[in-house]
Nanobody, 114 residues
């Protein structure tokens, strides 16, 4: 499984970004897709996840602002992020999990600054 994340960039506080994660390979082995983020010096945290049965969950701090979704036809997972704040500046990683394994994309930097 190979994952490629893109869509990061600079956005002003209160702005929006949509991250994309293009997946390829043995995708039948993946049962959960997720987006994580990491700030230097801190642990990587789960932001949002979606299962193969379309169940979703979010970290409390992004509920109502972020939306995770999947496009099976294009093997892509999205993270729509609205009302971003400066504390959400981080490298965002997409993740695929299944059959006891984790797969990671290379990360995409999101900078929230005025």
């Amino acid at each position: 499984v190979q994952l490629q994340a893109f869509g990061g960039g600079l956005v002003q506080p209160g702005g929006s970004l949509r991250l994309s994660c293009a997946a390829s390979g043995s995708l039948f082995s993946i049962d959960t897709w997720g987006w994580y983020r990491q700030v230097p010096g801190k642990e990587r945290e789960l932001v949002a996840a979606i299962t193969s049965s379309s169940n979703v969950n979010y970290v409390d701090s992004v509920k109502g602002r972020f939306t995770i979704s999947g496009d099976n036809a294009n093997n892509t997972v999205y993270l729509q992020m609205n009302s971003l704040n400066t504390e959400e500046r981080a490298v965002y990683y997409c993740n695929g999990r299944g059959w006891g394994r984790d797969y990671w994309g290379q990360g995409t930097l999101v900078t929230v600054s005025s």
